[in-house]
């Protein structure tokens, strides 16, 4: 088992930047790829970015690259999602999720998902 705690989720205007932090703890070992995705009312969740534990390889929406990178820290097992130049479209709940591959990770099949925290941009 691997679980998952996002934290650093708040409210934010527009043009503003927040950073996410991931704490995983267990196995993670058997999860080669963490990152992000996220939830905005009344739509579908959507990848946002991954990163590889060995390599540090990382892997971005198009939505969002520019903006937002992804980043991890081996020695802490965090995750972390810097956020910067932020809109009201990324309003959403935003979850770390884990996964023994990144195609499985931005096909939305994730193996572990954290419970998620809110950022939410105002105009």
């Known amino acids: 088992q691997v679980q998952l705690e996002e934290s650093g989720g708040g409210l934010v205007q527009a043009g503003g930047s927040l950073r996410l932090s991931c704490a995983a703890s267990g196995r993670t070992f058997s999860s080669s790829a963490i990152g992000w995705i996220r939830q905005a009312p009344g739509k579908a969740r959507e990848f946002v970015a991954a990163i590889t534990w060995s390599g540090g390889k990382t892997y971005y929406a198009d939505s969002v690259k520019g903006g937002f990178t992804i980043s991890r820290d081996n020695a802490k097992n965090t995750v972390y999602l810097q956020m910067n130049s932020l809109n009201p479209e990324d309003t959403a709940v935003y979850y770390c999720?884990?996964?023994?591959?990144?195609?499985?990770?931005?096909?939305?099949?994730?193996?572990?998902r954290g419970q998620g925290t809110q950022v939410t941009v105002s105009s």
């Open positions: 999720a884990a996964a023994p591959s990144v195609p499985l990770l931005t096909a939305m099949s994730a193996n572990y």
